[in-house]
């Protein structure tokens, strides 16, 4: 059974860092690309980043430059590094085994991020 569990938000003032965290479970954790997807409040969810089995990354260009995705296959764990946090990054943040199709059946329950101005 998939399970995805978001923590690591808060409350951050511009120009802040926050580190979140994805424990995973339900399917070969080191074999899949896992993504982080935002949910920005009254907005469609979107990509942000995404990291292959291998560790190679791709980011959406509103946060290339300021965000890192990275993954322990040890932990079962991705991870995403927010730096230089701007008030349009606020939003809920979810983490996926990712797929090209972007075609999830399963989320978890997202972490929320607000950053003030």
């Known amino acids: 059974q998939v399970q995805l569990v978001e923590s690591g938000g808060g409350l951050v003032q511009a120009g802040g860092s926050l580190r979140l965290s994805c424990a995973a479970s339900?399917?070969?954790?080191?074999?899949?690309?896992m993504g982080w997807y935002r949910q920005p409040p009254g907005k469609q969810r979107e990509l942000v980043a995404s990291i292959t089995s291998r560790g190679r990354t791709d980011y959406a260009d509103s946060v290339l430059g300021r965000f890192t995705i990275s993954r322990d296959n040890a932990k079962n764990t991705v991870y995403l590094q927010m730096n230089s946090l701007k008030p349009e990054d606020t939003a809920v943040y979810y983490c996926q085994y990712y797929t090209r199709s972007e075609t999830y059946d399963y989320w978890g329950q997202g972490t929320q991020v607000t950053v003030s101005s």
């Open positions: 339900g399917r070969i954790f080191s074999l899949v690309p």
